[in-house]
């Protein structure tokens, strides 16, 4: 009888060749326990998902009950269903009043998609633009505006009409003109190797896509829900987008995703033509009754508190030779080495030490620090240890 490891390469589709096969029994808060029994702290999060830690009882609890009164009933928008009903209400509340209308998705890739549409049916113009280095999903929309060729040279033709900024790039913001429908950007850059933007660049981003009538896609996937220790970034920055993305933490480990906008602009999408945009199962009541639970369990439980002070003691304690930068905010870090043999060599030792950590899509000579946003003083410390160890023995 072949393993399930042996099954997994032989029937489920593979997307490299060193996926990392670690076959996983079962996961609790801030632990992902192996088939062995072996215990692994995690500082992935299974990127940035699991920013309430694996498991939540809270989470665990509203999916029960919901499974006990429907699962899934019709496609998006049609009937009234209280979990997408409350879940949109807790999170209108908590965000500014111009984004006041949520449309649930299934992923970010999927909020991606809608948001890039919406901008351009509301403006009526066809221009995108987005950052070198981005990352906002893998469909053929979210891949047109990835700021890195190697990704996407195999799939063109992708979207017309999409051009490239540098990020936190003052003077390049000149390209935005009249005929721009959206900068779509990512708050902080994830998959860059996590890029943190200026004040004065995001204000001076802001202002010219408000002269130029550009809707302004904020991308908070990656950034949402805590992890940067407000609920959204772009807390940080005293601006608001038109457009916001989320997914990965909104469903404390349920597939979601959300672009929300203001009732005003996503009204478009209801009319000439109608049903504009179309999803089976987006705003899953499963996935928005956990997604409910999961902000209540990050307001309620104070999450955002202390986000600092572990960002402090994660710099304190990450000081090595080998380590030429520690980029980030909050619980979104990155550790900057050399080269991606000692990125991927560390990644393992780590591993073998019961330490989960990973590395960047478009910066593969960083290691990602994403722990959840749970983590305590006790573990950070172990972490940090483990990966100091690690490091001297490169
Ligand atoms: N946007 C950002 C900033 C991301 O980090 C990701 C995923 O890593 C996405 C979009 C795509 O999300 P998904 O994998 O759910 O499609």
């Given at each position: 009888?072949?393993?399930?490891?042996?099954?997994?390469?032989?029937?489920?589709?593979?997307?490299?060749?060193?996926?990392?096969?670690?076959?996983?029994?079962?996961?609790?808060?801030?632990?992902?326990?192996?088939?062995?029994?072996?215990?692994?702290?995690?500082?992935?999060?299974?990127?940035?998902?699991?920013?309430?830690?694996?498991?939540?009882?809270?989470?665990?609890?509203?999916?029960?009950?919901?499974?006990?009164?429907?699962?899934?009933?019709?496609?998006?928008?049609?009937?009234?269903?209280?979990?997408?009903?409350?879940?949109?209400?807790?999170?209108?509340?908590?965000?500014?009043?111009?984004?006041?209308?949520?449309?649930?998705?299934?992923?970010?890739?999927?909020?991606?998609?809608?948001?890039?549409k919406?901008?351009?049916?509301?403006?009526?113009?066809?221009?995108?633009?987005?950052?070198?280095?981005?990352?906002?999903?893998?469909?053929?929309?979210?891949?047109?505006?990835?700021?890195?060729e190697?990704?996407?040279?195999a799939?063109?033709?992708?979207?017309p009409?999409?051009d490239?900024?540098?990020?936190?790039?003052?003077?390049?913001?000149?390209?935005?003109?009249?005929?721009?429908?959206?900068?779509?950007?990512?708050?902080?850059?994830?998959?860059?190797?996590?890029?943190?933007?200026?004040?004065?660049?995001?204000?001076?981003?802001?202002?010219?896509?408000?002269?130029?009538?550009?809707?302004?896609i904020?991308?908070?996937?990656?950034?949402?829900?805590?992890?940067?220790?407000?609920?959204?970034?772009?807390?940080?920055?005293?601006?608001?987008?038109?457009?916001?993305?989320?997914?990965?933490?909104?469903?404390?480990?349920?597939?979601?995703?959300?672009?929300?906008?203001?009732?005003?602009?996503?009204?478009?999408?209801?009319d000439?033509?109608?049903?504009?945009?179309?999803?089976?199962?987006g705003?899953?009541?499963?996935c928005?009754?956990?997604?409910?639970?999961?902000?209540?369990?990050?307001?309620?439980?104070?999450?955002?508190?202390?986000?600092?002070?572990?960002?402090?003691?994660?710099?304190?304690?990450?000081?090595?030779?080998?380590?030429?930068?520690?980029?980030?905010?909050?619980?979104?870090l990155?550790?900057q080495?050399?080269?991606?043999?000692?990125?991927?060599?560390?990644?393992?030792?780590?591993?073998?030490?019961?330490?989960?950590?990973?590395?960047?899509?478009?910066?593969?000579?960083?290691?990602?620090?994403?722990?959840?946003?749970?983590?305590?003083?006790?573990?950070?410390?172990?972490?940090?240890n483990?990966?100091?160890?690690?490091?001297?023995?490169?």
């Open positions: 009888m072949l393993s399930n490891r042996q099954l997994f390469l032989l029937n489920n589709a593979q997307t490299s060749s060193t996926p990392r096969l670690l076959e996983i029994e079962r996961a609790e808060g801030l632990y992902l326990y192996d088939s062995s029994g072996k215990a692994y702290l995690d500082l992935v999060s299974g990127f940035a998902v699991s920013n309430i830690g694996h498991r939540h009882p809270k989470v665990i609890e509203a999916i029960q009950n919901q499974l006990d009164k429907y699962l899934h009933v019709t496609v998006y928008g049609e009937y009234v269903q209280a979990p997408q009903v409350r879940f949109a209400e807790k999170l209108v509340s908590v965000l500014p009043p111009s984004l006041n209308s949520v449309y649930f998705v299934n992923s970010g890739a999927e909020a991606t998609e809608g948001a890039l919406l901008a351009k049916r509301f403006t009526g113009r066809s221009e995108i633009i987005s950052c070198k280095n981005a990352y906002h999903g893998s469909t053929h929309g979210a891949l047109s505006v990835m700021g890195n190697y990704y996407k040279e799939y063109r033709p992708l979207l009409d999409v490239f900024v540098e990020f936190n790039s003052l003077p390049d913001l000149q390209k935005i003109t009249g005929k721009t429908a959206c900068v779509i950007l990512e708050t902080i850059q994830g998959e860059a190797g996590v890029r943190v933007p200026s004040a004065d660049y995001m204000k001076a981003l802001r202002k010219k896509c408000d002269e130029t009538g550009t809707l302004l904020l991308d908070e996937i990656q950034t949402g829900f805590g992890r940067t220790g407000k609920l959204v970034a772009f807390e940080h920055y005293g601006i608001v987008p038109d457009i916001l993305l989320l997914a990965k933490g909104m469903g404390g480990g349920m597939p979601i995703g959300a672009f929300i906008a203001n009732r005003d602009v996503m009204a478009v999408l209801a000439n033509p109608i049903l504009g945009h179309i999803t089976t199962f705003g899953h009541p499963v928005c009754a956990a997604g409910l639970a999961t902000l209540e369990v990050i307001l309620g439980e104070n999450l955002m508190n202390g986000i600092a002070e572990k960002e402090e003691l994660f710099r304190k304690l990450l000081v090595h030779p080998l380590i030429k930068e520690v980029r980030g905010k909050g619980l979104m990155s550790i080495l050399d080269s991606f043999q000692q990125v991927e060599t560390a990644s393992k030792l780590c591993t073998d030490r019961g330490l989960l950590i990973d590395w960047f899509l478009h910066c593969d000579t960083a290691l990602r620090i994403a722990p959840p946003l749970t983590i305590g003083e006790e573990e950070i410390r172990s972490a940090c483990i990966i100091l160890e690690v490091l001297s023995n490169l």
